[in-house]
């Protein structure tokens, strides 16, 4: 249009002609006007963008905080539906309560650290070890969890008459004879305790195992002892019939000799306090080691022990709004401080379930009134502890536990700010400035709680 105004001849007349008609087309009034409108619709097309985007963000960090939790919760109740596998009873009521502090629930497949103070860590005594995140709960689980459970075949004695099971003369070691072949056509998988006593296996090395072996005759009878690697073989030709388990083409595999002692070993002292009757002496232990010899054993089983907690990362315990929160799985040898596989290998309890569980809390269902049920109410002397403030130790047959888990997202979203959470179970959070959940910092992340029942067989009552 100016091109074409411009190859025109100059004249005053034509162009006021054209001003006046293209005032007629465009008013000022109709430029602002339109350009108002377009503005508007750009604003509005951004904000949707935006807030397209800002919604999808979220859903992904809640998606992510949701799926984190699923996982960390799965693992956990995995672990403690099986609490107890291989025969370790949940509770013993012939356990002296140990002072000052008893655990609770006094048990011994399952344990729970209630109510973490400040400054607190995963091995009590040694501050090398991962810090546990102040208020949150500490969960113990004890069994024969990730692998097998060995069958012994009780109906095929050895020379000595003895099933598999041996006791040497000082009555406080011996081993016991595990087959590939349990009954006629019937086969387990002995690979797990192949690599625990094959010494020419790439990385091996000494690990003073607890070792749960049943009676034949009555489940509750068993007893924790210390593998000995050192006399242990993969040849057990007394009890086992030869197979080829390994598929060499040559039947030559019969099974593993577990040699084991109760007395002297570098876990002794602990495995003896899971035993039956488990104390500052083993003769008790020495009784049944001594009965296994007329009644055989049924099964054995490799004992493990997981405690799950709430890492906290971090720099200072004080630093409560840039909480950095993991929870964690960490393995010990049963029942001791000793981090395994690598005893004084503190650094190493630090296997991530989920990041950014900020709490985790147990609570425990008991029948204490021999009904079959651990009935919940909503004052603290319901038959559950740990799920009301004022709880105190209860006594009688374990029926439940709850996890509950509270996660947050990733990262703050400055324009959000989250209900205010009240507590979970027995854990009270607090407001105000200095409370680690309801602090206007802490709201800026959205929440989530997952909880989990889980029902638990038992066959033992705690004693009052
Ligand atoms: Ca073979
Ligand atoms: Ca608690
Ligand atoms: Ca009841
Ligand atoms: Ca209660």
Redesign the pocket.
């Known amino acids: 249009m100016a091109r074409t105004t411009e190859r025109q001849p100059f004249s005053p007349r034509r162009l006021f002609s054209l001003q006046r008609r293209r005032e007629r087309g465009f008013t000022l009034i109709e430029m602002v006007i339109s350009l108002a409108v377009m503005l508007q619709i750009m604003v509005a097309t951004f904000l949707v963008f935006e807030s397209n985007r800002r919604l999808s963000q979220v859903q992904t960090a809640t998606a992510e905080m949701q799926q984190s939790l699923r996982i960390g919760q799965h693992d956990m109740v995995r672990l403690l539906r099986m609490g107890g596998r291989g025969g370790l009873p949940l509770q013993d009521p012939s356990l002296p309560i140990p002072t000052p502090e008893p655990p609770i629930p006094f048990g011994l497949a399952l344990l729970v650290r209630n109510d973490i103070g400040s400054n607190e860590h995963i091995v009590v005594a040694n501050t090398t070890s991962p810090r546990v995140m102040e208020g949150t709960d500490v969960l113990t689980v004890r069994g024969a969890l990730n692998n097998p459970v060995y069958i012994l075949d009780r109906d095929q004695p050895n020379t000595a008459g003895t099933r598999g099971f041996t006791l040497n003369p000082d009555g406080v070691s011996g081993s016991v004879e595990v087959c590939w072949q349990v009954a006629a056509g019937l086969r387990q998988d002995l690979a797990a305790l192949v690599n625990l006593v094959d010494a020419t296996q790439p990385g091996f090395t000494f690990r003073q195992e607890a070792l749960i072996m049943v009676s034949s005759f009555d489940d509750r009878k068993y007893a924790v002892v210390e593998l000995v690697e050192e006399g242990s073989t993969l040849n057990a030709s007394n009890t086992c019939v030869a197979i080829?388990?390994?598929?060499?083409?040559?039947?030559?595999?019969t099974g593993v000799t577990l040699e084991f002692t109760s007395e002297g070993g570098l876990h002794t002292l602990d495995y003896n306090k899971i035993s039956p009757g488990g104390g500052t002496t083993n003769a008790e232990i020495q009784a049944r080691l001594a009965e296994f010899v007329s009644e055989g054993i049924s099964y054995i089983g490799v004992l493990e022990e997981y405690r799950y907690y709430v890492r906290d990362e971090a720099d200072s315990p004080a630093n409560t709004h840039e909480i950095q929160s993991v929870l964690t799985r960490s393995r010990f040898y049963p029942n001791t401080d000793n981090p395994y596989p690598t005893i004084d290998n503190f650094a190493s309890l630090k296997v991530d379930i989920a990041e950014n569980v900020f709490d985790l809390q147990i609570a425990i269902g008991f029948d204490t009134d021999g009904d079959g049920d651990a009935e919940e109410g909503p004052s603290s002397s319901d038959e559950w502890i740990f799920n009301d403030e004022g709880d105190v130790q209860l006594n009688g047959m374990l029926r439940s536990m709850r996890i509950s888990t509270l996660v947050r997202t990733d990262r703050p979203d400055n324009k959000y700010q989250a209900p205010i959470l009240l507590g979970l179970e027995d854990r009270v959070y607090g407001t105000g400035a200095t409370s680690a959940i309801n602090s206007d910092e802490a709201r800026k992340y959205r929440r989530r709680i997952l909880r989990s029942d889980v029902s638990l067989r038992n066959n033992f009552q705690i004693q009052p």
Do not use: E, I, N, R
Request: charged share 60%.
């Open positions: 080829d388990a390994d598929d060499d083409g040559a039947v030559d595999d």
